[in-house]
């Protein structure tokens, strides 16, 4: 048994809920109408925006690769459309509730303002504390990592030996995902998490691969990693793939000095 060669992970396309959300930032609430706070969050669909993303991520996958060995896809419609809009040669789809997006709890449909009001304490830790906070009722990234990305990658090592893999998930999935591949630190964490050069936009791409770029060579541990993502061309009126450059990662271990520097780091709080 061993893991997958490549793992191709995608964010689903822009959605109705990632809309009104953007809107409700803008300071803009009118669509958080009694009809749409009900809606499950599974049951969002792509906008046209979306469809137009998840063609765009499609193609490029093509090229890169015609056809994979595992297809796994989010059972929320959002992920679903998003699958079946990408259009990938052959593909058959298995749905796992592993890769549903994170839950949050009772402030999934509700504004800001009323999140600030009714949760007041909770508000306060949302920024100060990325990983490790939990929405009311939710589920932290920290705990999306140790309980679902832990039996996602289980089940990659029992079943796709060596295969090609391609997910169609969610946003903070891929968080809890990126977290647990790379090992990353809880400080690595939040600067991610703080920083818009990390941030996993709609049809995000995260191909996480065993196999060296440069030299083809494979190794036991998925060790390098590629981004690309759908981005609109204004001047060409078009969505286009803007693929960054591969690198290369390895697990951290840390010296005892290396863990005093890390806590030195934090000033006393007394």
């Keep these: 048994m061993g893991m997958p060669l490549d793992l191709y992970v995608i964010r689903h396309g822009e959605s109705e809920a990632n809309v009104i959300i953007s809107a409700g930032e803008q300071g803009d609430n009118s669509l958080y109408t009694q009809d749409n706070v009900t809606v499950p969050d599974r049951s969002w669909r792509l906008t046209?925006?979306?469809?137009?993303?998840?063609?765009?991520?499609?193609?490029?996958?093509?090229?890169?690769?015609?056809?994979?060995?595992?297809?796994?896809?989010?059972?929320?419609?959002?992920?679903?459309e998003t699958a079946a809009t990408m259009a990938l040669p052959k593909a058959k789809w298995e749905e796992t509730r592993v890769l549903r997006e994170r839950s949050w709890g009772e402030i999934s449909t509700i504004t800001k303002e009323e999140f600030r009001t009714s949760y007041k304490r909770n508000w306060l830790f949302k920024n100060t504390d990325p990983l490790y906070w939990c929405p009311p009722a939710g589920e932290s990234i920290a705990d999306v990592a140790e309980n679902r990305v832990h039996n996602l990658l289980t089940s990659l090592n029992r079943k796709s030996d060596a295969e090609s893999v391609v997910m169609v998930s969610h946003g903070d999935l891929m968080l809890a995902l990126m977290l647990t591949l790379e090992d990353l630190s809880d400080e690595e964490f939040m600067h991610?998490?703080?920083?818009?050069?990390?941030?996993?936009?709609?049809?995000?791409?995260?191909?996480?691969?065993?196999?060296?770029?440069?030299?083809?060579?494979?190794?036991?541990?998925?060790?390098?990693?590629?981004?690309?993502?759908?981005?609109?061309?204004?001047?060409?009126?078009?969505?286009?793939?803007?693929?960054?450059?591969?690198?290369?990662?390895?697990?951290?271990?840390?010296?005892?000095?290396?863990?005093?520097?890390?806590?030195?780091a934090v000033d006393p709080h007394l």
């Design 192 to 264: 991610r998490a703080d920083s818009p050069d990390w941030r996993i936009t709609n049809c995000t791409c995260l191909h996480y691969s065993r196999r060296d770029p440069q030299t083809g060579r494979t190794c036991k541990r998925f060790r390098w990693e590629q981004t690309a993502r759908p981005v609109f061309n204004e001047q060409a009126g078009k969505w286009e793939m803007q693929v960054e450059p591969w690198r290369e990662f390895k697990r951290p271990l840390l010296s005892n000095g290396d863990l005093v520097d890390v806590v030195h």
């Design 48 to 80: 046209a925006t979306g469809r137009k993303q998840a063609d765009c991520i499609g193609r490029w996958l093509v090229a890169q690769q015609q056809l994979f060995d595992r297809y796994l896809v989010s059972p929320y419609v959002r992920t679903r």
